[in-house]
């Protein structure tokens, strides 16, 4: 480490490096394993992930790029929140809805996380109202049959086969039968 860089700098540097570090272990790699998939020599890979000094930016590409994790996340070590819902329709690709107020994080953020195991849930027809709930975490929805609607305080989500959505589950919020046949959808919860 060289004299000019501050002591402000070097710590950044380093727990740049222990997030690094973290996401080899996440992926289940050794360091040499991880240099070797990099195509860096074992020593000076093992050097950045000590220090964080002098890493490449395209070698940081390459490692968010492996791990599946935003760059930004990567760099500062903060998940991005969005004021939206990310909404993915069948067959149409991505669409973003707006919403003022509400916050989204991609799974992908959560890699430092605990995944709950994948729920699947069967609604069936009613006129009551979808109880609402909290929990901490990000929550994601797939509906595979039927028509789900996903219910906020002051909105709601039509989702059809196919469709699916993450969102902020500390919002209230609840899930309810959106036609006159029963209908299912895979949740998984990442706290």
């Known amino acids: 480490m060289t004299d000019n860089v501050s002591e402000d700098i070097a710590q950044e540097l380093r727990e740049l490096g222990q997030r690094i570090a973290g996401l080899r272990d996440a992926l ?3 360091t040499d394993e991880f240099a070797d998939l990099l195509g860096e020599d ?16 395209s070698l940081l590409m390459h490692i968010a790029n492996k791990a599946q994790v935003d760059m930004g996340v990567l760099l500062t070590g903060k998940s991005t929140h969005l004021n939206t819902f990310q909404v993915v329709r069948a067959g149409e690709g991505r669409s973003v809805d707006r919403f003022p107020g ?5 799974l992908a953020y959560a890699y430092s996380g605990k995944t709950m195991q994948p729920l699947l849930v069967t609604l069936q027809p009613s006129d009551e109202p979808a109880e609402l709930v909290t929990h901490s975490g990000q929550e994601f ?3 595979t049959e039927g028509t789900v609607i996903l219910v906020f305080a002051d909105r709601e989500i039509e989702l059809h086969v196919g469709d699916s959505v993450y969102f902020n589950p500390e919002l209230p919020h609840g899930q309810r039968c959106g036609s006159d046949e029963p209908a299912t959808f895979v949740t998984m919860i990442m706290e």
């Open 28 to 30: 289940g790699y050794t």
């Open 102 to 106: 509400y916050h989204f994080q991609d």
């Open 141 to 143: 929805n797939y509906v």
């Open 42 to 57: 074992s020593e000076t890979y093992a050097a950045y992930e000590q220090t964080g000094f002098n890493i490449p930016a």
